[in-house]
């Protein structure tokens, strides 16, 4: 089996889906490893690298015409799309919940599209595939040190003969993988630090991290499933933005990085919370999204400072701004996932498996994960071929 890693094309996208470590590990298994010319080069990995590991280095023309499964970090552009062959598989983070459309036009092109995206996180065997946790992880850090180069103190407490600087208070809301992460890199640097979630069980890890956790009187538990937040109704959103507001106004930098699966993330810092913030304070929203994120006008990718002087920064793909750490642990997902799926030398598609119910969401001309095909209008779905599997991977 031919697997080709494509270098990533959409803008500052750094990261590349195999490094060359990966690609011995790979070849007992059958499968040898092509890789696009300068794929490698934003995380610094060299073409020569992956040519000394035993990859071949090839043109994009080659990959699409000769792969049989192609590694992505991303999305495929529409130009990639549109250069694959049916029975082809891609795999990578395809993002298939908010843009099913993509999963629709694989499917009418026979290609078998895999997203790490949907794995099944909580089970124990899938978690070298977690590639939600580990580009989580390598986001959560950045945000911290995108914090501290936008303060304009230090994070640490500091006693020079010039004088004592009082350590920075840094605010984490949501303490998921990016949060925790965060608060321990907050941590690391000398800040001093709280944590709030909606989930009670994160009190426990914000705490064994060395920070304090923040309880909020007006808002009880939102665990959802899965390990995951619920929505919150209109009130306890209220609550719970009134409630904040003074434990916002009482810190120098606010991390913020919660969301509810399949929902817009919850608005967690108001307008009234910006301006009860001290000039020179820091804002880092890690939801910030094109649909609105946990800070009042944060844009993704854009770094604003509001008349009170408090600067926020709208994150986006911090991920890949860090690209050689995210690079290796997205490779250590991707190949795991592959040697999961691979049987004799060659791709074993089987949605009884729980792990490939989870990320396989394209398969012989069908899109095969109901929670996609439900996204979509009956009218944009692929046609099914008589006695053909049904969306849902059964037969008629
Ligand atoms: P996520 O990215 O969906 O959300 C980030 C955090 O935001 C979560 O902790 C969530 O509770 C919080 N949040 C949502 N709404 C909020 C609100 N209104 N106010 C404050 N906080 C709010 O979460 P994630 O980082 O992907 O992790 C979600 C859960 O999955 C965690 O419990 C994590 O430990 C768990 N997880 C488990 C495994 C595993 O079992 N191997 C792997 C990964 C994650």
Redesign the pocket.
């Known amino acids: 089996m031919k697997a080709a890693v494509v270098k990533e094309t959409s803008p500052g996208e750094r990261r590349v889906a195999l490094v060359p470590d990966a690609i011995t590990r790979l070849r007992p298994a059958g499968i040898d490893v092509l890789v696009e010319s300068g794929a490698g080069d934003g995380a610094w990995l060299s073409d020569a690298a992956y040519a000394d590991a035993g990859a071949s280095i090839v043109s994009a023309a080659e990959i699409y015409r000769t792969a049989d499964v192609i590694l992505a970090v991303t999305r495929p552009s529409p130009e990639a799309v549109s250069e694959l062959r049916k029975g082809q598989a891609v795999i990578g983070m395809l993002a298939p919940m908010t843009d099913p459309e993509l999963v629709a036009t694989l499917a009418a092109q026979g290609v078998t599209a895999i997203s790490l995206d949907g794995l099944p996180?909580?089970l124990?065997r899938a978690?070298p595939m977690?590639a939600?946790?580990s580009q989580?992880n390598v986001a959560g850090y950045k945000a911290v040190l995108v914090a501290a180069s936008e303060f304009g103190r230090f994070f640490p407490l500091l006693i020079t003969a010039a004088g004592t600087a009082r350590p920075a208070k840094v605010l984490v809301?949501?303490?998921?993988?990016?949060?925790l992460q965060a608060i321990g890199t907050a941590r690391r640097l000398g800040a001093v630090v709280s944590g709030?979630?909606?989930?009670p069980?994160?009190k426990d890890?914000v705490t064994s991290l060395g920070a304090t956790f923040v309880e909020l009187t007006s808002v009880g538990s939102?665990a959802g499933e899965?390990?995951?937040?619920r929505e919150?109704t209109a009130e306890e959103?209220q609550a719970?933005q009134d409630e904040l507001t003074g434990h916002i106004a009482r810190h120098d930098v606010v991390i913020t990085?919660?969301?509810?699966?399949g929902r817009r993330p919850?608005l967690?810092v108001t307008e009234d919370a910006i301006k009860a913030m001290a000039p020179g304070s820091v804002i880092v929203d890690m939801a910030a999204s094109a649909l609105g994120g946990n800070v009042t006008g944060s844009q993704p990718g854009e770094t604003v400072v509001t008349g009170n002087g408090v600067t926020i920064v709208g994150a986006e793909n911090l991920a890949a701004t860090v690209p050689t750490a995210a690079s290796n642990a997205y490779s250590r997902n991707i190949s795991a996932l592959l040697l999961h799926l691979t049987k004799d030398g060659a791709l074993a598609i089987d949605t009884s498996d729980e792990i490939q119910a989870g990320v396989v969401v394209a398969h012989d001309g069908r899109i095969v994960h109901e929670g996609v095909a439900s996204l979509l209008p009956p009218a944009a779905l692929p046609h099914p071929t008589p006695g053909g599997p049904g969306v849902d991977g059964t037969t008629d």
């Open positions: 996180r909580t124990s978690q977690d939600l946790t989580s809301l949501g303490a998921g993988v990016a949060g709030y979630d909606v989930r069980t994160s890890e939102a899965g390990g995951y937040a919150l959103r719970q990085t919660a969301q509810v699966p919850p967690l």
